[in-house]
């Protein structure tokens, strides 16, 4: 062969491989053409490479060309066989450096002017376009909010028009893609194995109709309301149904199908390019790529090409999908766990449903929350609860290890009626973790009745139309404060030698604390669990002495309800008829009894009222615990086997109420779903010889410090104002120097109105550490009550600089700067709340008056419809007068600070959780 024409054909050869190299280094698109491109870049350089050799062996001027060269063959064969996944990711970069240099060296050494043009101009189109890239991101690195706020749900998603509407869901394609695409995830099963294992087990996967607990909720909403408010549930549940246009026929025809047995499946997340914005309804786009065909061809040729080019470039499936805005973003999360309802899915009105970010969002364990009681040492998203990292040698791998796709929570229902023990031990493991506790702190004289004492009512401010609770998220949660002296206390009662009475009644307090939780305790739907604090007391003999929170049947097992006494946390909803929510129907909520729920890093008090028999024998031992069913009593014989019975009046059932009598099918078996007991504590109460005196004694030490501030702050959070001075006080004095103890007792004289007091307190307080924002807000709310604007805006400044994303700290200055009359800046700083949350209450009443200050009379009228729009109707409390007569162990149960008796000693019939 000429040895000149072998030469030319290789540098003809060489600059087109360095063209193509630059190409695949600079853009790892997801295409045909660039898919190509690999393709050619391993024929071509395969070819290439076996030229350079044969010059190398005759021509003694391409030797000194070959060392780098040879590497970069050696790398790029071995790429071809294992792959470049992230543990070869040394290799590729091996690969890529040595082609480089082995590029560079024949360029320098040939002198040719073509060939350095090439590579010059080569590298600087990388370059370039590496930068552009870096610049203007295909997909946004993150979620944010751009400002819009929708006035009605009619603006909401893709509008009335789309197929998909009111879910907020859209598609790159505008209409509807084939289900195919979303029922898939065996073909990610064959390289992601483990992790396609962990998703069989998972709630994401039983999601859809292939869970009769959702099923159910759906069956039953469509027969009384239609399809179409159910498609706002199907965005985040029902994909392959969904985006197929097969949600305009009822669920029942279709229940068999393995579109509705499908869940959701891997593309159901990893196929999502756009997050509109943090207020959740699906409120997401998803793309149907454009080589799904290809990449789940049955064809066996396809398929192994397929399955080959993505192991040796896995860049362009990586980037399609893993978008950056996934990667331990809460806001990625958000889009589906924070919900609201509204007309067209309703009937009614806006409505908050459940809502596990913006509470996440305001706390400590985001880290971006001002005035959280707590802060963990690191700052932690969903994912890091949710997908613990576990060993894998998956190709996704980073050091051994992958994110858990079990996506272990709360659901024990399903794992257990499904027979997965594996999954069911993964969630009853997360759900004992330790992330909540329980302690019998304190007891007391029981004294009067919580209903008897002194209550103040405070400016609570505007309320949002809510079925969850309230928390950090905005400025207070209680609208009642109790007033009432604290004097007699013995607690901790495991540390301190009070001795009880026998036949005196003494108030016995149950502190449950919010740990390793992220959000609301309990989160999610919560109008669907049984949760509950259950107290029991033996004395020495082993008599029952106390008890509550039973089983009220317990031939029934697990099956039987709650005693309706009990302590429960969860949101008790209404329909337009005083009836119960307890058919996953929220869309029939209409008012709400009570809402119990408890913020991340803070605390819950449950008090008793505890009769000691007079005949009983010391010491009394006292275990409480805190227990958790998945689902309620109710909602689990309604999933399976509860039918309406016949002959009723069709009036008593429309869209807005649902008053029909249920039974039981006897030929159905329900599942004896299991009981968890999250946590759970015992003490022991020493009894008094006849005669001798109750001395009442508290124990301040630094080992209590915590257990006191638990009780002072779940005093605080129920408006019980002199028990928690009273707490946060014994915690100065167990820790003086803990900044936290001064502030907190700040808190709670602010709240009263106690200004003065309060300040000396924050004083201490920035004393012993200066560098806390949450004492700079406390401070400036403080000087706010006494009208010192100035100063208050400058610790607000503070707090806000420290963290610029509290929404209550940008309303505040927005609230000050409106009162200082300067409405421009009262805008600018409420706008930056509504940056972190649209939906904001406060903000949009605010921006109503500051707009009429400035005489903006139709941004005024958009902010006033925006504000009716999320503001509470107080009107829909009158609904609950029924239920409050009808039982009294709700309206019990509906006051912020009441007491729980013994079930056994009151005479309590056996009664029906609902």
């Known amino acids: 062969m000429n040895l000149t024409k072998t030469a030319r054909w290789a540098g003809l050869a060489f600059l087109v491989l360095l063209v193509n190299s630059f190409y695949l280094l600079a853009f790892a698109t997801p295409g045909i053409f660039y898919m190509t491109n690999v393709l050619v870049h391993i024929g071509l350089g395969t070819v290439w490479a076996a030229a350079l050799l044969y010059l190398a062996f005759t021509s003694p001027q391409y030797r000194r060309m070959g060392l780098y060269v040879v590497a970069a063959i050696a790398t790029g064969g071995v790429l071809c066989v294992v792959g470049a996944a992230r543990e070869f990711n040394w290799l590729l970069w091996t690969h890529i450096g040595t082609g480089l240099l082995g590029a560079l060296a024949i360029v320098v050494e040939s002198k040719r002017r073509s060939a350095q043009l090439v590579f010059a101009c080569s590298a600087v189109f990388c370059v370039s376009a590496l930068g552009y890239q870096k610049v203007f991101p295909e997909h946004q690195l993150k979620v944010t909010n751009t400002g819009y706020v929708p006035a009605s749900m009619e603006q909401e998603g893709g509008g009335p028009k789309t197929p998909f509407w009111p879910s907020s869901s859209k598609t790159n394609v505008g209409g509807v893609i084939p289900s195919n695409f979303f029922m898939d995830s065996k073909f990610c099963g064959e390289c992601h194995k483990d992790i396609y294992q962990q998703w069989q087990s998972s709630m994401h996967h039983f999601s859809s109709f292939n869970n009769k607990y959702y099923s159910k909720a759906i069956e039953y909403m469509q027969d009384i309301s239609g399809t179409r408010g159910s498609k706002w549930c ?125 509470n996440w969002q305001a706390s400590g364990v985001s880290g971006q929350g001002a005035r959280s009681f707590y802060y963990p040492d690191k700052s932690k998203t969903c994912s890091g609860c949710h997908m613990d990292l576990v060993p894998s040698k998956d190709p996704g791998n980073r050091d051994g290890m992958v994110h858990n796709h079990r996506f272990a929570a709360a659901n024990t229902a399903v794992p257990f009626v499904n027979g997965d023990k594996t999954q069911l031990a993964a969630v009853q493991g997360f759900l004992q973790s330790g992330f909540i506790s329980v302690d019998i702190f304190a007891a007391a004289p029981a004294g009067e009745a919580p209903q008897t004492q002194m209550q103040r009512r405070a400016d609570a401010g505007p309320q949002a139309m809510t079925t969850f609770a309230v928390g950090e998220e905005a400025e207070q949660s209680s609208s009642a404060y109790m007033i009432r002296e604290v004097s007699e206390l013995a607690a901790p009662l495991d540390k301190t030698s009070t001795k009880f009475q026998p036949g005196s009644t003494i108030r016995m307090d149950v502190v449950v604390r919010t740990k390793k939780i992220g959000h609301f305790f309990p989160g999610g739907t919560v109008d669907a669990f049984d949760i509950w604090v259950e107290l029991e007391g033996h004395d020495a003999t082993g008599k029952q002495v106390f008890l509550s929170g039973n089983l009220q049947n317990p031939k029934q097992g697990n099956l039987a309800p709650v005693e309706p006494g009990a302590h429960f946390y969860k949101s008790y909803m209404l329909d337009g008829d ?77 869209i807005h109420y649902d008053s029909r009598q249920t039974e039981q099918d006897p030929a159905v078996q329900t599942p004896d779903i299991p009981i968890t007991v999250l946590s759970k504590a015992e003490v022991k109460l020493q009894l008094a010889q006849p005669g001798e005196a109750t001395v009442w004694k508290q124990v301040a030490q630094k080992a209590d410090r915590e257990r006191w501030n638990d009780w002072g702050i779940g005093s605080l959070l129920q408006g019980d104002l002199k028990a928690a001075e009273y707490g946060f006080t014994r915690v100065t004095e167990a820790q003086p120097e803990y900044a936290d103890g001064w502030l907190n007792v700040a808190r709670a004289l602010i709240q009263e109105g106690e200004i003065e007091r309060a300040k000396e307190f924050l004083d ?131 006051q912020t600070i009441h007491e729980h008796e013994s079930s056994i000693l009151t005479g309590k019939k056996a009664g029906s959780i609902q």
């Open 764 to 894: 201490k307080a920035m004393k012993a550490d200066s560098s806390l924002g949450r004492i700079w807000f406390f401070q400036a709310m403080a000087l706010k009550a006494e009208g010192d604007y100035d100063e208050a805006l400058k610790s607000l400044e503070v707090a806000a600089q420290k963290y610029p994303r509290d929404r209550v700290v940008q309303n505040q200055i927005g609230r000050v700067l409106f009162l200082k009359r300067d409405y421009q800046g009262a805008v600018a700083a409420l706008k930056k709340a509504l940056d972190v949350d649209p939906e904001d209450l406060q903000a949009h009443y605010t921006l109503m008056l500051a707009w009429r200050g400035l005489g903006d009379t139709e941004q005024a009228a958009r902010e006033e419809k925006l504000f009716r729009r999320f503001k509470a109707d107080e009107s829909s409390q009158a609904l609950t007068a029924k239920m409050r007569q009808l039982s009294p162990e709700d309206n019990n149960e509906r």
């Open 578 to 654: 005083s009836n119960p929510i307890n058919k996953r129907n929220a869309w029939q909520a209409r008012s709400l009894l009570y809402v119990r729920l408890i913020p991340p890093g803070a605390a819950d008090v449950a008090h008793y009222r505890v009769k000691i028999p007079k005949d009983a024998k010391g010491p009394i031992t006292f275990t409480a615990k805190l227990n958790y069913r998945k689902f309620t009593h109710y909602y689990n014989q309604f999933s399976y086997g509860m039918k309406v019975k016949p002959g009723q009046d069709p009036k008593l059932v429309s």
């Open 234 to 358: 199907a965005g985040c549940h029902d994909h392959a149904v969904f985006f197929n246009g097969r949600f305009e026929k009822p669920i029942k025809e279709q229940l068999e199908t393995p579109e509705a047995q499908n869940g959701l499946g891997c593309v159901s997340c990893h196929s999502i390019t756009h997050v509109d914005s943090t207020m959740g309804n699906g409120g997401f786009t998803i793309e149907y790529p454009k080589l799904h065909e290809l990449a789940s061809s049955k064809n066996p040729i396809i398929h192994w090409v397929d399955r080959f080019l993505t192991k040796v470039e896995p860049e362009p499936h990586r980037r399609t999908f893993l978008k950056p805005f996934m990667k331990d973003s809460a806001e990625f999360c958000s889009t589906c766990h924070k919900v609201h309802l509204d007309e067209p899915v309703n009937n009614y009105r806006w409505m908050r449903g459940f809502n596990d970010y913006d």
